[in-house]
């Protein structure tokens, strides 16, 4: 084949890919609309159904899942559902990481599977098998969501992000197909905030896309240096990072606008958001089945107790995640129909965050950092970023990039804020540092060890 012969074949398969794309862009916004509307009994149906099927898949044709139900003795023949979960063994990052392509179904062609990365939040960086487009498939069901608080497709977006854009040479990129206009985070500073309300008042976006951190930032620095946006977003969609009650109230007073906010993760297990009128989380059931996991990887079904979040997702044969530990804490919501909107979705009432967003205390009681009142106020009216180095129980580092010169009465006043957590059982030290660095993904890690940090 001449290189005549191949511009135009590359034309035509770019745009039967894009046809194909759109298709399950539409069917995951289609499926997930229509989940909105099912019965308890049509969901209960369903995720039978959905977990018996990829339970059988995945020993048939997974090595992996093979292996580990004949070691555990599993009745395969007598798996009917939800039910039955429990008699599976669950699967952690590291057992993910360490078991590898043994995961994969060797028998989809490589033409069929698409692979990426995850494990930005935590610097642990796996790679997953997927079917090519579950990333479209994903980004309809992800746009259902956002419908709640009156999203339409093409509608301006900016996304505000750690995004190292050219390899950090830009500050901005603008995608023409999906209206959308990305601004790194990387370098937010007073210097540079005017450049960045300047990007964001000429695009005049409706919707603000982001993480919370990268957020947090702009409107702390906003409110620092006392300038503002010219154009109010309707809300700011927050996913990837833990939301806090101060941030609703921060991103309310700065932007003007609601917060909205949905967990996913690159896994691509399980997927939900709030709904319109509450911060429950519901969690679509045609994406995946949720469970909350003890410490001893027994089920909790009581609200208010704090579990692992633990999920089996439907999409993905090529790599099936069963029952799969994902590292993130959250509690249950009430049970019943979600008195607000009325679905019978499962609810979190809140999540919690990542094992690594939590400081430990002497006796070994994990503490949501992000619960620490003293990370907004005040103490980001003086710092860019900040991070906790868990040295060992009961003990660690805050460390910090000051946004301007401190004085000692603003270094006591610091000190003061996070008295405290003495009384909880952890000692603070303190260390004024010129740089925190971002994840490779561009998320801010809240918590690391001293391990990590020597890495």
């Not at 000051?402 to 260390?431: H, K, N, W």
Request: hydrophobic share 35%.
């Amino acid at each position: 084949m001449t290189h005549d012969e191949r511009g135009p074949l590359r034309r035509i398969t770019g745009v039967l890919g894009g046809i194909w794309k759109e298709r399950l862009w539409a069917r995951g916004l289609r499926e997930s609309l229509a989940a909105d509307t099912w019965s308890p009994d049509q969901i209960q149906s369903h995720y039978d159904a959905q977990l018996t099927r990829i339970v059988k898949i995945a020993a048939a044709k997974i090595p992996y899942y093979r292996e580990a139900y004949q070691q555990a003795n599993v009745d395969l023949p007598g798996f009917r559902g939800a039910a039955d979960l429990t008699t599976l063994p669950t699967i952690s990052k590291a057992e993910l990481l360490e078991a590898g392509r043994r995961m994969v179904n060797p028998r989809v062609p490589g033409l069929a599977i698409v692979r990426h990365t995850t494990g930005g939040s935590t610097g642990t960086v796996g790679t997953m098998f997927a079917p090519r487009g579950i990333a479209s498939w994903e980004e309809g069901c992800i746009h259902a969501l956002w419908r709640r608080v009156g999203l339409k497709r093409g509608d301006p977006i900016v996304t505000l992000r750690g995004a190292l854009l050219d390899g950090g040479r830009r500050l901005s990129e603008y995608d023409r197909s999906t209206n959308r206009l990305t601004i790194s985070t990387y370098h937010l500073s007073d210097e540079n905030v005017s450049e960045i309300i300047r990007l964001i008042d000429d695009f005049k976006p409706t919707w603000l896309h982001v993480y919370a951190s990268a957020a947090a930032l702009l409107a702390n620095v906003l409110r620092r240096t006392g300038q503002h946006l010219q154009t109010q977003p309707r809300a700011v969609l927050c996913g990837s990072e833990a939301v806090s009650d101060w941030h609703v109230d921060l991103f309310r007073d700065v932007f003007g606008c609601r917060t909205y906010s949905h967990y996913g993760h690159g896994e691509l297990a399980l997927l939900g958001g709030w709904c319109e009128h509450t911060t429950a989380y519901h969690f679509l059931p045609n994406h995946g089945y949720l469970e909350l996991l003890d410490d001893n990887q027994q089920p909790i079904t009581e609200p208010g107790i704090v579990g692992e979040i633990t999920g089996t997702g439907f999409f993905n044969t090529v790599m099936p995640l069963i029952r799969y530990r994902t590292a993130d804490y959250g509690v249950w919501d009430e049970p019943g129909p979600c008195p607000a909107c009325g679905r019978h979705h499962q609810r979190l009432a809140r999540i919690e965050g990542r094992i690594q967003e939590y400081l430990t205390l002497t006796d070994g009681t994990r503490f949501p950092a992000t619960n620490i009142n003293a990370l907004h106020g005040m103490f980001f009216a003086l710092i860019y970023r900040f991070q906790f180095v868990q040295r060992r129980p009961g003990h660690a580092t805050l460390r910090y990039v000051p946004a301007v010169e401190l004085t000692a009465e603003q270094e006591a006043e610091i000190r003061s804020a996070f008295a405290f957590l003495a009384e909880l059982g952890l000692t603070l030290d303190y260390e004024a540092v010129s740089e925190i660095p971002l994840t490779r993904s561009g998320k801010q890690r809240i918590v690391i060890s001293e391990e990590e940090s020597a890495r």
